[in-house]
């Protein structure tokens, strides 16, 4: 989890020299899905179906297990930013499929930020992401956390 936050860190104090953000429609990358005793790494896309509303899936691979997520979230520019950061919220559901147990499905609430700074064809985002378990295995938790770095699509 310390790694995560560390690349995080150094992405987003990277990124924070670029002066503005373009817009863009759809994004395809890497993400990372940390619980406190799992972490996910694999493919995470998202598509803005106009200026607010995006859709996202997240497919993350664990030794031994497989999460699967759809987000829907709210998107909003941080006044003052030109675009460039963005905050966001909303809800999806998860599957987390593992080896030898009973499969977890889970309710998951997110809220992050989204930053793309002009002239740079990548996306990064941040969220929390709670997970609220739905399913009679599995323990919901608090301490989950989403790491996205995306290729941006026009």
């Given at each position: 989890?310390?790694?995560?936050?560390?690349?995080?860190?150094?992405?987003?104090?990277f990124?924070?020299?670029?002066?503005?953000?373009?817009s863009?429609?759809?994004?395809?990358?890497?993400?990372?899905?940390?619980?406190?005793?799992?972490?996910?790494?694999?493919?995470?896309?998202?598509?803005?179906?106009?200026?607010?509303?995006?859709?996202?899936?997240?497919?993350?691979f664990?030794?031994?297990?497989?999460?699967?997520?759809?987000?829907?979230?709210?998107?909003?520019?941080?006044?003052?930013?030109?675009?460039?950061?963005?905050?966001?919220?909303?809800?999806g559901?998860?599957?987390?499929?593992?080896?030898?147990?009973?499969?977890?499905?889970?309710?998951?609430?997110?809220?992050?930020?989204?930053?793309?700074?002009?002239?740079?064809?990548?996306?990064?985002?941040?969220?929390?992401?709670?997970?609220?378990?739905?399913?009679?295995?599995?323990?919901?938790?608090?301490?989950?956390?989403?790491?996205?770095?995306?290729?941006?699509?026009?």
């Amino acid at each position: 989890m310390r790694k995560v936050c560390f690349v995080f860190t150094l992405t987003v104090l990277f990124t924070f020299t670029c002066a503005a953000q373009t817009s863009y429609r759809a994004a395809l990358g890497l993400g990372v899905d940390a619980f406190n005793e799992a972490t996910f790494f694999g493919a995470t896309g998202k598509y803005f179906f106009s200026d607010h509303h995006v859709g996202q899936a997240d497919l993350g691979f664990d030794k031994g297990g497989t999460a699967i997520s759809i987000f829907y979230s709210y998107h909003k520019a941080i006044l003052g930013s030109r675009n460039q950061l963005r905050w966001y919220g909303g809800v999806g559901p998860s599957i987390i499929l593992i080896e030898d147990f009973d499969n977890v499905f889970a309710l998951r609430p997110h809220l992050g930020l989204d930053f793309k700074p002009k002239g740079v064809p990548f996306v990064v985002n941040f969220d929390w992401r709670p997970a609220l378990v739905l399913s009679e295995t599995g323990d919901s938790e608090a301490a989950a956390f989403g790491f996205g770095l995306q290729f941006v699509l026009k």
